[in-house]
Structure formats: structure tokens, C-alpha cells
């Protein structure tokens, strides 16, 4: 089933992104969403994709995720956070969630779940499980 909302009064520049289409899923009792995509990543965001590709690659855990309903590669937050800090992409004037998470998750490029992290490339080219 699809819905699609076509009026956004509240809609201005400084929260248009909060208003940009989603895919919501129900997937083993929990709700997950994807955003469809048009976010403009930093470069620092970009960075730190670029890190987490290199993390799933090195070092990816296959575990069985229901959000995609799928086996992914996967790393713990914590480890990536400790490489992208050592890329210098974390300072205290920084906020993890606003700056890199968030961003990627808007993107459609990363799952997160559990502490755990993945690429959403792999589950959708079909490069895993």
C-alpha cells in the first residue's frame, strides 16, 4: 500500500528535508524507514561512508538483520566512530547523530540497529545473504 501527503503547511527552508518521501516498512513487529533519497551528504559524511566501506570490507560481521530481512556485513557504532575519529572527522563541537548518522541514513546509503551498522548498498545489489 502506498500514501502519499501532498500538503505540508508547516513545510519552510529550514525543515524541508523533514518532508521529503520515505519508504516505512514493517518488517518482524518493527518499523523501519528509508528516505528516498535527494540528500546532499557532507564531505565529512561522505568520509565517513568511505570508512565504513572500508570497515564492512576489512572487517564485516554477517549477521542476520530484520530490518532488511537479510544477512548484511555489519560493524559495531562504536568501532566505526573510533576510525572516523581517527580520520579527524569528530570533534566536540561536532554532533555524531546531526552530522554523520543522520545524514546517511536520509541518504539511503546505512542501517543502523542494535549498535551494529551497515552499508543498505549491500542488501540492495544483492551482495549478501
Not at 557532507?42 to 560481521?61: K, M, N, Q
Amino acid at each position: 500500500m502506498a500514501i502519499e501527503f501532498k500538503k505540508a503547511r508547516q513545510r519552510k527552508p529550514s525543515n524541508r528535508e523533514d518532508y521529503e518521501p520515505v519508504t516505512l516498512r514493517l518488517i518482524n513487529d518493527e518499523w523501519t524507514v528509508t528516505h528516498e533519497g535527494g540528500v546532499k551528504l557532507s564531505e565529512d559524511a561522505e568520509t565517513a561512508y568511505r570508512v565504513l566501506s572500508r570497515l564492512v570490507r576489512e572487517e564485516g560481521e554477517h549477521q542476520e538483520l530484520a530490518e532488511v530481512s537479510r544477512v548484511a556485513p555489519c560493524v559495531s557504532v562504536p568501532r566505526w566512530k573510533r576510525e572516523c575519529d581517527a580520520a579527524g572527522l569528530l570533534t566536540e563541537r561536532r554532533r555524531w547523530h546531526d552530522k554523520i548518522t543522520d545524514p546517511l541514513r536520509k541518504a539511503g546509503k546505512i542501517g543502523l540497529a542494535r549498535n551494529r551498522v551497515w552499508r543498505l548498498r549491500d542488501h540492495r545489489e544483492g551482495l549478501v545473504g
